[in-house]
């Protein structure tokens, strides 16, 4: 004998089903109650209305919202629904759910702050970067002696005295253009020095130029890559802190101090060596003119090599060597490139911290540059306080340049020059705890640094035969290998690297997904739309 079968109804889905068949009820109950009332509706029914309709959004949403906890994949939440177990369990659970959304959001806002304060990063590409990719350096020799002494003898015989100055006072007045016065001046002894300058209708740039020993004189012999060079092709004379130098390579300057005769021989960018060894770099001889010294800041005879990157201004953050006389000298480079990927050319200065050289525009200058923005800064901050600049500072021309009666305010502003920070009269505490860059200049995204070695011997005076000069000094210039370091720069976490890493948090706590992310939202409005569709044909 065969049984009947009997259907099996699942509880749930028939209190579903009640639920459903009772709220057209209750909204044809609520309707007949509001039309029987005679006149306009009352506030009472007014709110009656709007709870009964609050209750149905409620029902609905938590009708939603249990189906979600049943179907999603993330962890836990089924468990907060089930039926089968006591209602404390799914209260552990909802905690458990509870906590561990806290605890994702919680690392996911760390990463995302931890990505903001170190939103760029810098590594090793490659040890193996060829250098005849990186630009030679410039090269700056600067002579201890700032003054000559043949020419100071010269002029001391040439110039016009007025009534009341004498030929101390004009030795005086040779002295001041070394630049290294510590003291200030009195007043009567700067306007005796202004009127000898008046009466030779010569301005105190005009004096550094004359007194200043000449490049070709310094520099008697010039060797680049293997081949014997004219040395005016190579060196010009450029305004540095130091004085009136000779410098190979530079760039930097909008201008340049070549004779006009061989300026078409210059070339338009910095020059780069195919090999290593001193052969094949800069090899110059240098004469210190002992009997032609009249000034020194140095107890010694000799000169200052300064070796920095052919765009930036030479001054005290050069790699600095010192070479004396009857010495032959050997420097030796071991550059180091870094360059910033193109995502890093497209974020914010706020986030970078980083500038490139085309970026922002330095009055007399070519390319930014971190040295170059510090040497502005400083230029600006002696602007702002003397109403003039030094000769020896590189401008556009529209700056007033500084005479002898300026003289006491540009050595009190000297200061500057060897500062970081224009603040530092403040407490330590200020200056160490301070946020931004100092004179708002950022670090450069692309450098080439150039770290040297050098190694002095006593010269060979058969190597020197054809010269007379007894103290001449040799000095090599060179790459010391053919591969040097390249640095890349690039952005910490980009959307991608950021996508994976908030993903695995997400994921790893509670598995969250892109799909479980459509999920929540497909229950909250489309779901709806297609029960009522569906409900509407039933």
Sequence with gaps: MAFK???????????????LAKIPANRSRIS???????????????????LCQLREVRSWFMDNLRNYCQTTSLHGFSYITRQDISRNERLFWLGVVIA??????????????SNRETPTVTVIESSHFPTWNIPFPAVTICNFNRVSKTKATDLLQKLQLPPSATKEHLRELFNLTLMSVGTTISNSSLAIYDRILSLNNMTLTELMNRLSPDCLDMISRCVWKGIKTRCESLFQRVFTLQGICCSFNYFGATSNNFPIKIAY????????????????????????????????FFSG???????????????ENAETKMVTSTRESFVRINPESTYATRDIRQMDFRWRNCMFGAERTLDGLRRYSFINCMFMCRMQMTLRRCGCLPAYLAHNGTAKICGILDLNC????????????????????????????????????????????????????????????????????????????????????????????FGGLLGLILGFSIVTAFEFV?????????NYINRDRD
């Design 32 to 50: 007949s109650t509001f039309h029987s009332q005679a006149g306009a509706p009352t506030n009472r029914s007014r709110r009656r209305l709007k």
């Design 265 to 296: 021989q210059v070339p338009k960018r910095p020059y780069r060596v195919t090999g290593c060894g001193y052969p094949t770099g800069l090899s110059v001889l240098l004469d210190p003119m002992v009997a032609d010294y009249y000034g020194t």
């Design 100 to 113: 561990a959304i806290i605890a994702a959001i919680t690392l996911v806002l760390v990463s995302w702050y």
């Design 522 to 530: 497909y229950f909250l409005t489309f779901r709806p739309m297609f």
């Design 301 to 315: 005879f000799g000169f200052r090599l300064l070796i920095h990157d052919a765009y930036n201004y030479p001054d």
């Design 5 to 19: 079968k009997r259907r099996i109804f699942d509880l749930r889905l028939v209190q579903t089903e009640q639920n």
């Design 410 to 501: 540009i050595i009190e502003s000297k200061r500057f020059f060897s500062r970081a920070l224009g603040n530092l009269d403040s407490p330590i505490s200020i200056v160490r705890h301070t946020i931004s860059f100092p004179c708002d200049c950022l670090p450069d995204c692309q450098s080439n640094l150039y770290a040297s070695e050098s190694t002095i011997g006593r010269l060979d005076k058969k190597v020197i035969s054809n010269s007379n000069q007894t103290d001449s000094i040799l000095v090599h210039v060179f790459y010391s290998d053919l591969m040097s370091t390249r640095y890349r720069m690039e952005i910490f976490q980009n959307w991608l690297s950021a996508l994976a890493s």
